[in-house]
C-alpha cells in the first residue's frame, strides 16, 4: 500500500486519532498531501484492537506532548516498532482551571494558552525539537496531547501551513476536533458530576477547538515575529534545510522533481 492510499484509520480508544494530512489536503499549487506518514491523536489508552491498528501502521516514534504530571496519570502504551519520546508542551496551568468562573475567563485562559504557544521558550524549544524529529523521520510517526486539539492541533496547523495547504483548509481540520466529542463528553460529564451543571458551559469553553484561540497564536506571531515564516525561522530556529526536510515528507515531489 502507497502512503498516498492509505485508508483513513480510527481507533476506539482515541476519538480524535486522524491522519495530519485529512484524506490528502490539497496544498494551493493543487499537490495532495501524503497520508500515512504522520498522525496526530488524544491520549492512548488502546484496546486489543486498537493496538493492532497502532502497530500494522509501522509507527517509528510516538511524541508524547503532554507535561510530566499527565505522562504520569496515564503514561503512554508500548507501541511495537516504536520510539516514545516525551516533548513536553505547557497546557492549561491547573490552577487556572480550578479557578475558571465563568465563559469570558475560560476563553481568554485558553487565549492566553495559545499566545504561549509563541510566546513561551519552552513552548517554542519543544515545537523545534518536535518539527525536526518529524523532518528527520523514516517512517510513520506520531504525536498527542491530552485531547489532541490545542498542543496537538498547534504542531498540526503549523505543519499544514509548511505545505501550502490553503487556511481555509487548515482551519476546517483543526475545527474537526468538535466532531468527535467522546474525550469531551467524558470530562464534562465529570465536571457536571464533581462541580455542577453551571460550571459544564464554563469547561465547554476549554474542551472545544475555536478559531479565536488559533487568532490569539496567530496575533502573537504578528506582534513578535511578523509573519509565519518568520516565525518558524526565528522563533523555531528551522534552517530552510530543515523546513524542506519536515515539507517532503508530506508533499510528494512534483514531476519535474521539485
Not at 509501522?58 to 496515564?74: I, K, N, P
Not at 475545527?175 to 460550571?199: A, S
Request: net charge negative; with cysteine; proline share 5%.
Amino acid at each position: 500500500m502507497t502512503a498516498s492510499s492509505h485508508p483513513a484509520v480510527r481507533l476506539a480508544c482515541a476519538d480524535n486519532f486522524r491522519d495530519v494530512a485529512g484524506a490528502g489536503h490539497l496544498a494551493r499549487d493543487g499537490v495532495r498531501l501524503r497520508t500515512g506518514v504522520l498522525f496526530r491523536s488524544n491520549e492512548l489508552t488502546p484496546t486489543p484492537d486498537d493496538a493492532a491498528v497502532l502497530a500494522g501502521l509501522g509507527l517509528t516514534e510516538v511524541f508524547d506532548l503532554r507535561e510530566g504530571v499527565e505522562v504520569e496519570a496515564l503514561p503512554d502504551p508500548v507501541v511495537p516498532g516504536a520510539r516514545l519520546v516525551h516533548v513536553p508542551v505547557g497546557g492549561i496551568p491547573m490552577q487556572d482551571v480550578a479557578a475558571l468562573a465563568d465563559v469570558d475567563t475560560a476563553v481568554e485562559t485558553m487565549r492566553r494558552v495559545y499566545r504561549a504557544f509563541v510566546d513561551h521558550p519552552d513552548a517554542r524549544s519543544a515545537y523545534a525539537r518536535l518539527l525536526r524529529a518529524l523532518a528527520a523521520g523514516s517512517g510513520p510517526q506520531l504525536f498527542h496531547c491530552t485531547a489532541g486539539k490545542d498542543r496537538t492541533g498547534w504542531a498540526a496547523i503549523v505543519l499544514l501551513r509548511l505545505c501550502g495547504v490553503p487556511e481555509e483548509t487548515v482551519r476546517a481540520d483543526y475545527l474537526l476536533t468538535n466532531e468527535v466529542d467522546g474525550t469531551r463528553r467524558k470530562y464534562l460529564e465529570l465536571i457536571r458530576e464533581h462541580l455542577g451543571e453551571d460550571k459544564v458551559a464554563v469547561y465547554d469553553a476549554v474542551m472545544v477547538a475555536d478559531a479565536a484561540y488559533v487568532d490569539a497564536a496567530d496575533a502573537a506571531i504578528a506582534a513578535r515575529y511578523g509573519s509565519f515564516d518568520a516565525y518558524v525561522r526565528e522563533g523555531l530556529g528551522l534552517t530552510d534545510a530543515e523546513v524542506a526536510a519536515l515539507v517532503a515528507r508530506l508533499r510528494p515531489p512534483t514531476a519535474s522533481g521539485g
